[in-house]
């Protein structure tokens, strides 16, 4: 077997760093460890860095995979600014007006935006009666948030005094309440509870048992807007590749990594798939943690993450996604902003068969992305490039069959977007791809095909999350979407400073 960088502890340096994955939180985490004086060295198995935020291009189309937005950017200039460099020489940020439309299939719609008072407009077009509960819901946002992303989100959890002691906020804050009970309380119209819970979405969560500190959404919205990167997120994350180079780090593509390799209770570096073996210092793993308990620590016994306890974990629904160009459409339906949400004529009742029940139901609600109005370079001239989601069950519930349902299921998501949002769109397509449950499994090794790892319900938060140092090995460590803070861009940038408090200088 041939080996690079030997595991043997004699020869280690205290300076060598392996992070496995290289999503956007394996990026940031390669960073800050450089930052701190490592050589990094980033192993992922696609071609292309981003993970979820990679892209791929198909006869002059851009399509981004993945996330499509940027919120708190002071995130992502705080991280370059970590390793001596300026985020916005690099990546070119634009504020987008409106954030996106909410449509329902009444023809109801509401525009959601930066200004409180416009949208406060937008909430009495609905229900005048609800402006009040509009201003109390956003003073709820606000305490939410300060607690529980500036202050519990930026610093580890991993020990049980550190849940302890925010134990009495919890309960002030009624993180036991659920985000759709929570607007449910301020809001009286059914439209206006929708468009103030659905947010969990963005990360995998079920807005009627995900926690009500996730409406801290709504200030950090309102706050500090929502932003689209010129050239997607893929741009963003050939830049932070570029970091890690620039800083003596390496990124090895098209390789993927086959175990962990412990010794003496100590990560000692990893194995590949083709047998090779790096050695390493400290290990991040930036795979999904269920991946990375049961399938690379797979020859080692578990203390906290045993096989029972992976099985009981709850993971986040999976997601149905439709990529096509369109030809000559760029000055048509003029009306389709940026960001569009097509509403199901159920809410709750469509979550429950998503999330509970696994059941892939006849209505869909669609998430319509067409970035073409703020990014040209995503299509060729005068043409549209689309991507349309729809969350669906996970694989773990079983029961879909997506090599027969996936040609059904588009055909359904055709029919929806021609009549409520796009006339004509089929005769228009020039290109297409899809992404069902089954891709995300193998394509980012997500267990079930989840879309975004552990679902974020209050006894999957926090100290009960995965944790950011393991405690499975001394030297591994943890980041990205399955551990904390967790999922949705701000929050897996997040796992990576929070990983830089934990793990100490190299030695030099």
């Excluded at 996730?214 to 990167?229: D, N, R, T, W």
């Excluded at 879909?400 to 005769?427: C, F, I, N, R």
């Excluded at 228009?428 to 790892?453: A, C, M, N, Q, W």
């Excluded at 967790?486 to 830089?500: D, F, M, N, Q, R």
Aim: with cysteine.
């Amino acid at each position: 077997m041939t080996r690079l960088d030997p595991i043997e502890s004699e020869t280690r340096t205290g300076n060598r760093a392996i992070v496995i994955g290289a999503g956007l939180g394996g990026l940031a985490a390669a960073m800050r460890l450089g930052a701190k004086g490592y050589k990094v060295t980033v192993v992922d198995k696609l071609n292309v860095p981003g993970g979820r935020g990679s892209a791929i291009w198909q006869e002059g189309h851009r399509f981004d995979l993945g996330p499509t937005i940027v919120t708190v950017p002071q995130l992502y200039r705080e991280l370059w600014a970590a390793c001596g460099r300026d985020f916005d020489v690099d990546v070119d940020l634009r504020p987008l007006t409106p954030f996106y439309e909410i449509r329902w299939p009444d023809g109801t719609r509401f525009v959601a935006q930066q200004d409180t008072n416009a949208m406060r407009e937008e909430v009495a077009k609905i229900e005048p009666r609800d402006v009040a509960g509009f201003d109390k819901f956003l003073q709820d946002s606000a305490k939410r948030y300060w607690f529980g992303f500036e202050d519990l989100g930026r610093r580890s959890m991993h020990k049980l005094w550190d849940l302890v002691q925010v134990l009495p906020t919890f309960g002030i804050l009624r993180a036991d309440r659920s985000v759709y009970a929570h607007a449910a309380k301020r809001f009286r119209n059914e439209k206006l509870r929708m468009a103030f819970s659905f947010h969990p979405l963005f990360i995998g969560g079920d807005p009627t048992h995900v926690t009500s500190m996730y409406i801290l959404v709504s200030y950090l919205e309102k706050e500090f807007g929502v932003h689209y990167a010129m050239g997607g997120l893929a741009h963003m994350a050939r830049k932070m590749g570029d970091v890690i180079e620039d800083q003596g780090g390496a990124l090895l593509m098209d390789t993927e990594v086959d175990e962990i390799v412990i010794d003496g209770g100590r990560a000692r570096g990893v194995r590949l798939s083709s047998g090779l073996e790096l050695g390493a210092d400290v290990v991040v793993s930036n795979a999904d943690s269920g991946h990375t308990y049961d399938r690379l620590l797979r020859n080692r016994p578990k203390k906290r993450w045993t096989p029972a306890r992976l099985k009981r974990t709850r993971y986040s629904m999976s997601l149905f996604v439709w990529y096509f160009g369109t030809k000559g459409t760029r000055g048509e339906w003029s009306d389709v902003g940026h960001h569009t949400i097509l509403n199901a004529p159920r809410y709750t009742g469509l979550l429950d068969d998503i999330f509970m029940k696994g059941k892939l139901a006849d209505d869909m609600s669609l998430y319509v992305h067409r970035p073409s109005v703020t990014d040209p370079s995503v299509a060729p001239e005068g043409d549209d490039t689309f991507y349309v989601l729809s969350p669906v069950p996970h694989l773990g519930h079983g029961g879909v069959d997506w090599a027969t349902e996936a040609e059904a299921y588009k055909t359904k998501m055709l029919k929806v977007l021609e009549d409520q949002l796009m006339p004509g769109l089929g005769s228009k397509i020039s290109t297409d791809t899809v992404f069902t449950p089954e891709t995300f499994r193998d394509r980012y090794l997500s267990p079930h095909g989840s879309g975004f790892s552990i679902e974020p319900r209050i006894l999957q938060s926090a100290w009960f999350r995965p944790h950011n140092v393991s405690e499975e090995a001394e030297g591994l460590y943890l980041v990205g979407a399955g551990t904390h803070p967790g999922a949705g861009v701000p929050g897996v940038i997040s796992t990576a400073e929070v990983l830089g408090q934990l793990v100490p200088d190299a030695v030099k």
